[in-house]
């Protein structure tokens, strides 16, 4: 339990909105380059809060979440034909409900190992999805697929927005994100959430008191990979391919890394832990050729060696970084006379 956050601090709570009104501001006072750049920021935000509903909350540490992020991006891709746009409004919940069916066959299975059984049962059946796009070429082989057209927001002839437009793009992403956020606070407090963190802590203890551990963990396995869904079809449709790679084991690592990044079980964290690894990935690909050696071409070994140091002194993330100093800050004010 102490390893997560679920309450968040006043300094962390004035931090976050101030984040928020900066996000609001951004596409106004920057190029449409760093405007990308934060739209896919939020993408992984909404994939990295799917994966602490599993980590953080529910105890369920899975290798294999990207299945459902590309799975989505994957029907996006099959359901846009080559030369006409496709309605944003039935294409998302199809994809998102997509990912979730196939979240749910696997879950039946996976829900009912523990430990590091359930984590190389989650890789095994990712690895599996991976291999069947990877090696058929009717799926669109290892190149993946390419979406020639963004999804369209029309209803009947009237267009509310159009995703063509980077800061239309840009805007329906952050409520995109910030819907997640909201309805994943609001689970957390839930009968069902408070069942979750429950089980985390111990599952025997729950089934004695009466809750079926399994029936709880499937829906919660299901949850998460539909909204992993939501943040592959918004991937998808900004970048405009799926390929593969988007599904395979490393980037499930980089999901597990942002939420370790940011701070477990208060999904806050994981949408700061996105933020930072994103950010810290253009740090250190960008790091210049020092004689022979080109440190950027190492960046995973820098990203590393910087996820291990805050593992060592900030356990509890960023945001558990942040907490400890306001409390350190708060208790020498109060000592003052």
């Known amino acids: 339990m102490k390893a997560n956050l679920e309450i968040l601090p006043r300094g962390i709570q004035i931090a976050l909105t101030l984040a928020l009104l900066a996000l609001l501001a951004f596409p106004f006072v920057s ?3 760093y405007t990308d750049m934060l739209t896919r920021m939020m993408i ?3 994939f990295a809060m799917s994966l602490d ?3 953080g909350v529910s105890g369920m540490v899975s290798l294999g979440h990207s299945a459902y992020f590309g799975l989505a991006g994957y029907a996006l891709a099959f359901m846009t034909p080559q030369s006409e746009v496709i309605s944003l409004w039935w294409t998302l919940p199809t994809a998102v409900i997509a990912s979730g ?4 066959i696997i879950g039946f299975f996976v829900v009912r190992t523990h430990g590091i059984y359930f984590i190389m049962v989650t890789l095994a059946f990712s690895q599996m999805v991976f291999y069947l ?3 058929n070429k009717l799926l669109g082989g290892s190149d993946g697929l390419y979406i020639n057209f963004k999804p369209s927001a029309a209803v009947f002839n009237w267009v509310p927005f159009d995703l063509d437009n980077k800061r239309s793009m840009y805007f329906f992403t952050l409520a995109a994100m910030l819907g997640v956020y909201a309805f994943l606070r609001r689970l957390l407090w839930s009968p069902f959430g408070r069942a979750m963190a429950g089980i985390r802590v111990n ?3 729950m089934r004695a008191m009466g809750f079926a551990s399994l029936s709880y963990k499937l829906r919660a396995f299901t949850l998460a990979g539909a909204l992993a869904g939501l943040a592959g079809y918004l991937w998808a449709a900004q970048s405009g391919y799926m390929n593969p790679e988007l599904m395979g084991f490393q980037m499930s690592a980089h999901a597990i890394m942002m939420v370790i990044l940011g701070g477990m079980g208060n999904f806050a964290g994981a949408i700061v832990g996105a933020f930072a690894f994103e950010y810290l990935l253009h740090v250190f690909k960008d790091l210049p ?4 050696v080109n440190l950027g071409k190492h960046w995973q070994l820098w990203m590393g060696l910087f996820i291990v140091l ?3 002194f900030a356990p509890r993330g960023i945001l558990g970084l942040v907490e400890k100093f306001s409390s350190k800050k708060k208790l020498s004010n109060e000592s003052q006379p």
């Open 31 to 33: 190029s449409s380059y």
């Open 44 to 46: 992984m935000a909404i």
């Open 53 to 55: 509903l599993l980590q």
């Open 101 to 104: 069916l196939a979240a749910f």
């Open 133 to 135: 796009f990877f090696d």
């Open 203 to 205: 599952e025997h203890r």
């Open 289 to 292: 050729q020092i004689g022979s």
């Open 310 to 312: 805050l593992v060592l």
